[in-house]
Nanobody, 120 residues
Framework: QVQLVESGGGLVQAGGSLRLSCAVS????????MAWYRQAPGKQRELVAG???????NYADSVKGRFTISRDNAKKMVYLQMNSLKPEDTAVYYC??????????????WGQGTQVTVSS
């Protein structure tokens, strides 16, 4: 069974930084794309940043230049470095991974979420 555990959320003042981490565990043949999503109260969940197995990265326009996604395949980790945080970044942040549990069998998994609160 694949499990994702996020950490690193918290309360920070505007302009501050946080680093989110997501650890993937379980029997996995291959990790494909990894991503971070967020959901603010009353809003839909949105993609923040994604990184493919080849290292191709994309960001939401709202975080470009402030957030950096990275991954460590050996450790089965994905990170989100968040700088210059704004109150509008306040949300629950979710880790999402696309994995092959066995060759040719692809599934999506979500973490439980970690709260990020940015005060003004």
């Amino acid at each position: 069974q694949v499990q994702l555990v996020e950490s690193g959320g918290g309360l920070v003042q505007a302009g501050g930084s946080l680093r989110l981490s997501c650890a993937v565990s379980g029997s996995i043949f291959r990790i494909n794309a990894m991503a971070w999503y967020r959901q603010a109260p009353g809003k839909q969940r949105e993609l923040v940043a994604g990184i493919t197995s080849r290292g191709v990265i994309n960001y939401a326009d709202s975080v470009k230049g402030r957030f950096t996604i990275s991954r460590d395949n050996a450790k089965k980790m994905v990170y989100l470095q968040m700088n210059s945080l704004k109150p509008e970044d306040t949300a629950v942040y979710y880790c999402n991974v696309n994995v092959d549990v066995v060759a040719g069998s692809t599934s999506l998994y979500w973490g439980q979420g970690t709260q990020v609160t940015v005060s003004s």
